[in-house]
């Protein structure tokens, strides 16, 4: 099971671009990269997923090294609503989701 | 409606009650999960089921038991509770059809074990 590491914590201002990395040395062949987002006492919110290289959708971008032993979450232009804690998962066949502590950002005015 | 809903949405209990955590979902997913969330902490998976004859242990089962009821539905319980079982507890959903890593989370269930 590949083990996550995330920055605890990250501050940024309105207006910023964000890039939270996330390592995971160990990651196998069939494993696939997923990011959440979660608010004070709600459930995770799915951000977005990817294999290798870059995946966009409309809220971030996910890029992945050619060795895909790390991944980065980009969040464009950031605004208050986007303080959350964001987790990094790696999934095997979809099987578990395991959250780690995740990364808690802090978006100040 | 939500289309993964938890009941209760808040329980205070006392040490040694059972109490049990239910979780229905509309969404037609086979595959349902249970976590908690400790203050300040992640998600840590307790338990998880593919289809209704399989059940599995997750990160941290001990001290708890589930049912899986029917495809829509499944249940948690706490057989003699405790107080580090305070905590946040979700129940989540996922879909089999597709090669996604997208759960579907409830509302949350605050379990307070005094």
Not at chain 1, 56 to 62: G, M, P
């Amino acid at each position: 099971l590949a083990k996550t590491t995330q920055p605890i914590s990250m501050d940024s201002y309105e207006g910023q671009e964000v890039n939270i990395t996330c390592s995971h040395n160990n990651i196998a062949t069939n494993d696939y990269i997923t990011w959440y987002q979660q608010f004070p006492s709600q459930g995770p919110r799915f951000i977005i997923q990817g294999y290798k290289t870059k995946v966009t959708n409309e809220v971030a971008s996910l890029f992945i090294p050619a060795d895909r032993k790390s991944s980065t979450l980009s969040l464009p232009r950031v605004s208050l609503s986007d303080t959350a804690v964001y987790y990094c998962l790696v999934l095997y066949n979809f099987n578990k989701f395991y959250f780690g502590s995740g990364t808690k950002l802090n978006v100040k005015p | 409606d939500a289309d993964v809903t938890q009941t209760p949405r808040n329980r205070i209990t006392k040490t040694g009650k059972r109490i049990m955590l239910e979780c229905s979902q509309t969404k037609g997913h086979d595959r349902m999960y249970w976590y908690r969330q400790d203050p300040g902490l992640g998600l840590r998976l307790i338990y998880y089921s593919f289809d209704v004859k399989d059940i599995n242990k997750g990160e941290i089962s001990d001290g708890y038991s589930v049912s899986r009821q029917a495809q829509a539905k499944f249940s948690l319980s706490l057989e003699s509770a405790i107080p580090n079982q305070t905590a946040l507890y979700f129940c989540a959903t996922s879909d089999t059809t597709g090669r996604t890593g997208e759960l579907f989370f409830g509302e949350g269930s605050r379990l307070t074990v005094l």
